[in-house]
């Protein structure tokens, strides 16, 4: 499983869009690019996940260039309650897999009023 | 549809106890996977489960850690003895065929 790095923490204002880079240097080619949000004492949620060029679903896009080796998660018009962490990781798709996950240290988004 | 389910919420013991924490995966979902999150780092797998069976413990220190899932439901991690450095939030997910769900947690400190 590809290793990811991504900014340990992030500011932003209420309003702002929030764009959260993540580097994937060594992805495979059948890897999946897949972002989890965590709120304090609640588990990981899935957020988002693509493979290539942009995906985008009722919460946040993911745009991902054509040599795959980064990733940005953009959180549009943020609020404080999108104060979280955020999880870039890679990994295969499908029931074919394990699913296994491999969590970095995520990236601490702190909104601000 | 419900969630993942766990227990308890809070557990607090001291070391070289003994402690079991409880998961209830959403129906349907034959993988199940425990994960251990220390303070300010990301979750970190633990034990994998297929049904009934293990697919991955590499990261699960046996002589104190055992994990079971009877029937391929529900599933128990236990710890025996406890030290210190278990003070951990211990995260329960479960997943068909697309992504991971995840329980609330439950988080341990040990004295």
């Known amino acids: 499983l590809a290793k990811t790095t991504q900014p340990i923490s992030m500011d932003s204002y209420e309003g702002q869009e929030v764009n959260i880079t993540c580097s994937h240097n060594?992805?495979?080619?059948?890897?999946?690019i897949t972002w989890y949000q965590q709120f304090p004492s609640q588990g990981p949620r899935f957020i988002i996940q693509g493979y290539k060029t942009k995906v985008t679903n009722e919460v946040a896009s993911l745009f991902i260039p054509a040599d795959r080796k980064s990733s940005t998660l953009s959180l549009p018009r943020v609020s404080l309650s999108d104060t979280a962490v955020y999880y870039c990781l890679v990994g295969e798709r499908g029931s074919g897999n394990t699913g296994k996950l491999i969590f970095g240290q995520g990236t601490t988004l702190q909104v601000k009023p | 549809e419900a969630g993942v389910a766990q227990s308890p919420r809070y557990k607090i013991i001291e070391k070289r106890q003994s402690v079991a924490f409880w998961c209830n995966p959403i129906s349907g979902h034959a993988t199940l996977y425990w994960y251990q999150q220390i303070l300010g780092q990301g979750p970190k797998l633990l034990i994998q489960?297929?049904?009934?069976?293990?697919?991955?413990d590499s990261q699960l220190p046996k002589d104190r850690f055992s994990a079971e899932r009877l029937k391929g439901v529900d599933s128990t991690l236990k710890i025996q003895p406890a030290k210190l450095e278990d003070s951990a939030v211990y995260l329960c997910a479960s997943r068909h065929t697309g992504e991971q769900y995840f329980g609330p947690g439950t988080r341990l400190t040990v004295t």
């Open positions: 489960f297929q049904n009934n069976g293990v697919v991955d």
């Open positions: 060594n992805i495979a080619t059948n890897d999946y």
